[in-house]
């Protein structure tokens, strides 16, 4: 019996801890502590053709933490549908500052989605409607 309380113990301090880190992360979201950095895409003769985002959470706390800190648990919440929109427009945002500068042109720019984002039925339309409104759309 005494080990079935520590078990129990044990999963109820997991379950907490979870739920506090959703809690945080839905704030995170809401508060725009989410920041994209931008990798390089190089032909092999490394010529920039365009750059990929990549999203990391600056905690409260100051740090910056891993995508593995937190996509998952985004997935798994449902927050990754406003965590994918909030990217894309700070992406957007960002392609049109480049788009002013020969110097920073990028001619594409990758935002990853996950399947949980595709199988939204929201969000494909949401996300089109932020790349027109943005106008970085080609053609």
Known sequence: MALLVVIFALYRNEIGK???????LARAVRKGQFEVHY????????AVIGAEALVRWRHPSGT????DASIPLAKDSALICDLGLAVLRQGC????????DPATRAPTLAVNVSPVQLLDDE???AASALIH???????
Do not use: A, N, V
Request: aromatic fraction near 6%.
């Open 18 to 24: 979870r739920l506090r880190l959703e809690r945080d």
């Open 39 to 46: 990798q390089p895409q190089l032909l092999s003769t490394d």
């Open 64 to 67: 910056l933490l891993s995508p």
């Open 93 to 100: 945002d960002t392609l049109r500052d480049w788009s002013r």
């Open 123 to 125: 969000f494909l339309g």
């Open 133 to 139: 409104s943005s106008g970085m759309t080609r053609g």
